[in-house]
Nanobody, 122 residues
Framework: QVHLVESGGGLVQAGGSLRLSCAAS????????MGWFRQAPGKQREFVAA????????YYPDSMKGRFTISRDNAKNTVYLQMNSLKPEDTAVYYC???????????????WGLGTQVTVSS
């Protein structure tokens, strides 16, 4: 089993930045990739970014390219999401996910954290 804990969310003004962290514990070697997703009230979950745990390959859906950067620190079993030039529409709960298989681009991950709230004020 893998346990994921997100942190770093909060309230920020439009144009500001935040860095989210996702700390993994347990059988972290089971994970092929980790990713960030978000869900705003009344909306479907969106895939934000993902990174493989070994090779460091990254993936961003076209709608997320440019302002978000995912990175990892394997020594700390932690994945980060740097978010710049934030907009009010980025307001959502951001979730960290872990995927065991090589189908890491599908988004239906095996492990999930509880999420961290990001609120961007205008």
């Amino acid at each position: 089993q893998v346990h994921l804990v997100e942190s770093g969310g909060g309230l920020v003004q439009a144009g500001g930045s935040l860095r989210l962290s996702c700390a993994a514990s347990g059988r972290t070697s089971d994970m092929y990739a980790m990713g960030w997703f978000r869900q705003a009230p009344g909306k479907q979950r969106e895939f934000v970014a993902a990174i493989t745990t070994n090779g460091g390959m990254t993936y961003y859906p076209d709608s997320m390219k440019g302002r978000f950067t995912i990175s990892r620190d394997n020594a700390k079993n932690t994945v980060y999401l740097q978010m710049n030039s934030l907009k009010p529409e980025d307001t959502a709960v951001y979730y960290c996910g872990g995927e065991k298989s090589r189908n890491w681009l599908r988004g239906d991950y095996d492990y999930w954290g509880l999420g961290t709230q990001v609120t961007v004020s205008s």
